[in-house]
């Protein structure tokens, strides 16, 4: 059975409004700092542990002790760039530790990255009079936050993401100590990988792939859910292509029916073409047709290859290149 936040009809009407009253909140989210606590215990995470099992060995046994042999509890937070500031907290977070790790590591922190124009977010947990007046000594702008809400917090996929670098095929630690370096680890390893991500992204000019899927999914493809996430277009590079098939499946489609491979045609061309590479060679016959006049650098590789066939095909002279090319780098197309 899912767990689920115990929402009330309440709840679930202001986590509406929340959502619609930030939705034009644009390049206000890059001075949001988004916060959070966390708890790593030395045994493993809460709930099942799961690790690949290579049927060849020995299934790997995992002990359990009394309340997960001890954990660490750790405060976090992140801003737009992913940049993470992260603490290791001692005892239960009452009012007086809470505003000495806000004092310590917030602080420090937030000026750190943004200076003094950002906003902290917190959960709605029941906080003091003296952690409000704290934060308003600061001049600490808090964003507003709907209750029953951690589940909104961008910092739980920071969590998830340490978390299964963490515990990976079952990890477990036998020492406060191991598990610290662990979730320090995990922590620059996010870092590193998120910032190295948004860097590119934001630099991305051309992109280059290998795969049916990838190149050519109009909607849901890789390169096209790329476009629409940064809002512009990115030069295609196409590359190791199946130039024996992909041509003809693109051509085949509308005049054959579709396929999903050289074995796999639906129409009778294509049937009739299974096991060609066996038949006897024969002398080129030209086929005459009229060409569209296209400018053969505004094409990717697999078209520009299979314009190249219809042009031997129209022409009766196949070129050597044309019929030794093989995919790689000599079919880069930009």
Known sequence: MA??????????SKRLQWARNHMPYGDNWMAVLFSDEKKWNLDGPDGNITYWHDLRKEPRSFFSRQSGGGSVMVWAAFDFNCQVGLAFLDGRQNSPKYIETLENHHQPFAENIGGR???????????????????????????????????????ENVWGIMSRKIYENGGQFYSVYALKTAIESACILYEYVTTALLDDFRNLIVLGCGGTVVNTGVFNGVIRRLELKLQRTIQWII?????????????????????????????????????????????????????????????????KC???????????????????????????AL
């Open 3 to 12: 767990r689920r936040l115990p929402l009330s009809n309440l709840h679930i």
């Open 117 to 155: 124009n950002w906003e902290y977010q917190h959960d709605n947990a029941p906080t003091s009079s003296a952690t409000k007046n704290y934060l308003n000594s600061k001049n600490v702008t808090v964003l507003e936050w709907p209750p029953m809400s951690p589940d909104l917090n961008p910092i």
């Open 239 to 303: 590359y190791l292509l199946h130039l024996n098939e992909l041509p003809l499946r693109h051509l085949f489609e509308y005049i054959d029916g579709k396929s999903s491979g050289s074995l796999f045609y639906t129409g009778d061309i294509g049937r009739n073409l299974k096991g060609c590479e066996k038949l006897p060679l024969v002398a080129l016959n030209s086929i005459e047709c009229d060409l569209p006049g296209i400018d053969p650098t505004n094409l990717s590789c697999d078209q």
């Open 306 to 332: 299979l314009l190249d066939i219809c042009t031997a095909i129209s022409s009766g002279a196949c070129s050597l290149d044309l019929a030794k090319r093989q995919p790689g780098k000599l079919n880069l």
